[in-house]
């Protein structure tokens, strides 16, 4: 039978309008709505798209958007010091470097200017080691949209085994942590593991976050698997454009239970995390509890 497809497009739809909810009622008791402010460094074409996206979702949901764009050229001590400022602004909540960052920029040091309290990508190092620890921080959006996907297929994650293949700062670290918090047991995959196609097969719950169009093949899922394809590949096929996954979509939802398509799975959630981030980091600002969503 082929899998129930996991929709993550409407999934985040529902959080973003709870999201709303709370935003609206955290700018009444507070005076003022949580801020988001986006860095954007250069011109990719891709990241321009993601951060106008993220700024109409942010006003969408009745929080305050703002955008600092720098060109190309600009030195990584000049990035640096747009953040620093963010930081020392006591009306802005959260802040994200949008990523790639130009290739003369040193982007670890970049994020971690940010001040950890505003940091609503949840990449700096303090808040990566408080995802290590297992202690309260903010934690990365892709990966957090990851567990809520898996938890909409089954409730519980516990003594589940999940592969994570990717070992990426932003995706694959963190969202192992993330299913290990979960209790889950995790296996994290990469390019030199050997036996991928076996480790995959052992997969419960099938994670692919490596960025090679359809690496995973249909014969590399256990049937019954949760398959999140976390992977947005732009191919060229048959003369036109288009996305695809780091996973085979046709043949793995032959075997799967339930599969996130690309586009339209994890990336939606991508940014409806980022905006609940950004409302618990305004919350904890001002010394009061998150939103229970
Ligand atoms: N600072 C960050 N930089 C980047 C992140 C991030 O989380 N923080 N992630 C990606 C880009 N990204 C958000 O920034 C992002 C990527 C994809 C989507 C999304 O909704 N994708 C759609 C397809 C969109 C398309 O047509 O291109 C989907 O999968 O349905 C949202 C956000 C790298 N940089």
Redesign the pocket.
Known sequence: MSARIID??AIASALRERIGEEARAFAKAHGAPPCLAVVLVGDDP??Q??VR??GRATRESGMISIEKRLPASASEAEVAAVVRALNEDPSIDGI?????LPVHIDAHSVINEIDPAKDV?G?TETNAGRLLLGVQGLR???PEGCVILAKSVRDRLEGLRAVVVGRSI?VGKPLSLLLLAENCTVVMAHSKTRDLPEICRSADILCAAVGRPRLIEGDWVKKGAVVLDIG?NRVEEDGAAR?VGDVDFEAAKERAEAITP???????M??AC?LRNTLIAAARRRGVRGPAI
Do not use: R
């Open positions: 993550g497009k891709a990241s798209v993601y996206n993220k994200l470097v949008q990523m790639p990508d990449l990365p959006c892709t932003l947005i996305l690309v586009p339209g799975g994890v990336g939606p991508t940014i980022l």
